[in-house]
């Protein structure tokens, strides 16, 4: 079992920037690929970037390219999405997700967080 808890989510200003952490335990970090997915009012869970299990392949949404970025650190055992130039349309709830493999698809990962919240207004 893995636990996912994420923070960093709030408030912010059309062109501004946050960063949105995800601290895992219950399993050797560096065995999980780790993905960032994000679910906006009314609309379905889409996929925003995921890493590796040792960081080395990284991959993003199309609308996410040059603004976003995912990281880890295996000694904090901490998964990270920097996000900067937000957008109104960025505004979603934010969710950590682990699995075994590297990949996009949201059926493939195993373990979610229960999301953190980010509002970007215009």
């Known amino acids: 079992q893995v636990q996912l808890v994420e923070s960093g989510g709030g408030l912010v200003q059309a062109g501004g920037s946050l960063r949105l952490s995800c601290a895992a335990s219950?399993?050797?970090?560096?065995?999980?690929?780790m993905g960032w997915f994000r679910q906006a009012p009314g609309k379905e869970r889409e996929f925003v970037a995921s890493?590796?299990?040792?960081?080395?392949?990284?991959v993003y949404a199309e609308s996410m390219k040059g603004r976003f970025t995912i990281s880890r650190d295996d000694a904090k055992s901490t998964v990270y999405l920097q996000m900067n130039s937000l957008k109104p349309e960025d505004t979603a709830i934010y969710y950590c997700?682990?699995?075994?493999?590297?990949?996009?698809?949201?059926?493939?990962?195993?373990?979610w967080g229960q999301g953190t919240q980010v509002t970007v207004s215009s």
């Open positions: 997700a682990a699995g075994p493999r590297f990949h996009w698809l949201e059926r493939k990962f195993d373990f």
């Open positions: 890493i590796s299990y040792r960081g080395g392949n990284t």
């Open positions: 219950g399993r050797t970090f560096t065995s999980l690929a």
